[in-house]
């Protein structure tokens, strides 16, 4: 078993938990610990670095969550198998720090994702974003008579840039980001750029978000769906010498919650580099984990300038908002202009310019903590609820992130669109993964707890559970 001496600083505004992180973290990407290795445990520790035993779980937890070790009952903790790859320099990444967690192994069918987010009005305090409109509108009232830029707002990208750098791990400048009016805008712009590329192929995460899917398959390009397990996309099921485009959700997969280990994450960059092949990294909802800090962004791990990184305000404020943003590589941008010099911007440059104020205020990032410490809460209480009033009737399958909890419920003869029907006559909200059936009498679905008023989570729990008995 090795040995591990940190220097710690407790006067750091860095959490002690959140340095032992980093220090193992980069120790075991030099490879001065290398793969295989056991770690201290717990408690040995915790007595050698005299910090308590929580601190040194929330270090491992950390850990584990993004893959760079593992836990075997009864024996430890033990360093993963990583490979960087030749082809590069080892970038160490950025921490951000908001929150994520992992799924369990199993596959689902195709799934659809509910178009509609619906987020609880106490997820959001108007008042500070009406103080922002306002003072757009009486003083920056001369900005809102030119059009917009057609790559967004030059405040709201700066805003944008700065912020993904510290909470996600992005590393880019602003000239970069490209603002529209929603995700399945960018991905139409984005189409364009890679067709002029000459990669007319596409794969995506099976399940995954059938939207991008469907416009990549009208755009007539080249579709291969690929299996995921427990660690996200299965790299050896992507093409070979076929340039390409894959679409993945690395830090929280759609349904199924699951994040992508670090090993997984370098191995799909070095696919990307030898297949000549470009990323599609949707960070879709990955500030809203509830359980620990967030994996750093895939985009913050290359350095070869393959990885288009895509994010979303929907979720973090409110769905109408519509203002959606992709960073793209360098080499991309010459391409994005010159084929979209004839394109004008489709995003609300009035909502624009409110959204960089409300962020450089600081306002933003303390509604997203709000939010997050709001859903944490409601998880707990539609857990425990669950667990008391409905121990034979559903299973909680992921619950750790995003805006639902994915369940298996009994579906007793019923198909699982009838079952959602049922359940939304009494104004709750239960979203099909699929039409098929878990060994013949079960079904998964998207359970939106975070639609629920909180002192009503009980109630709902119990109304939901006396439908599907």
Known sequence: MISLTPVLH??????????????IRDAILRSDILPGEKLPSLRSLSKSLNI????VELAYNQLLVEGYISSRPRSGYFVSEISPGSERDLLTPVSPGLDPRSASPYSLPEIYRNNQIYVDSECFDFARWKKCSNKILTDYSSLLLVEGDIQGEAPLRDEISRYIYQARGVRCNRDQVVIA????????LLCIILQRMGIDHASFENPGYLPVRNIFKDRNFKMTLVPIDRDGIQIDKLPANIPTTVYVSPSNQFPTGSIMPVGRRYALLDWAYRNRSIIIEDDYNSELRYDSRPVPSLQGLDTGERVVYLGSFSSTLFPSIKISYMVLPKPLLKLFRESLSGYTQTCSKAEQLTLALYMSSGFYQTNLRRQRKLNAQKIQMATAALNRYGKDVVEIINNSSGLHMLLKIANKGKTTEEICAAVAESGLTLAPVSNFEIDGSYSVVMFYYTRIPIENMDEAIQRLLQILQ
């Open 181 to 188: 009016a929603g995700t399945q805008q960018l991905i139409n």
């Open 52 to 55: 308590s035993i929580t601190t």
């Open 10 to 23: 407790e006067e750091s505004a860095t959490p002690l938990y959140q340095q032992l992180f980093v220090y």
